[in-house]
């Protein structure tokens, strides 16, 4: 089993940053993918960021440009840079991750409880 928890939201204005954190703990050696996802009131889930073991990186398009995914294996921790933030990237952000890599529309295993972020105009 793997525990995930996410720090790092809160409120800010728009064009400002703000940097999540999750930091994972248990059966984490099979992990591969790890990244985020967001759900903002009344919408569906989303990606937003997915980052592999190796490096490799997808982006929801409306994030491309301004987000920056990394991670740190040895930590165990996968970060989340926002940068230009608008309002509508209020939401609900979780972590995610996964011992198989599923692309931007696959079901990742395991998810963290979300943290809040507030953008506002």
């Known amino acids: 089993q793997v525990q995930l928890v996410e720090s790092g939201g809160g409120l800010v204005q728009a064009g400002g940053s703000l940097r999540l954190s999750c930091a994972a703990s248990?059966?984490?050696?099979?992990?591969?993918?790890m990244g985020w996802y967001r759900q903002a009131p009344g919408k569906q889930r989303e990606l937003v960021a997915v980052i592999t073991s190796r490096g490799t990186t997808i982006y929801a398009d409306s994030v491309k440009g301004r987000f920056a995914i990394s991670r740190d294996n040895a930590k165990n921790t996968v970060f989340l840079q926002m940068n230009s933030l608008k309002p509508e990237d209020t939401a609900v952000y979780y972590c995610?991750?996964?011992?198989?890599?599923?692309?931007?529309?696959?079901?990742?295993?395991?998810w963290g409880q979300g943290t809040q972020v507030t953008v506002s105009s």
């Open positions: 995610v991750a996964d011992e198989v890599f599923r692309g931007p529309n696959g079901e990742y295993d395991y």
């Open positions: 248990g059966s984490i050696f099979r992990l591969n993918a």
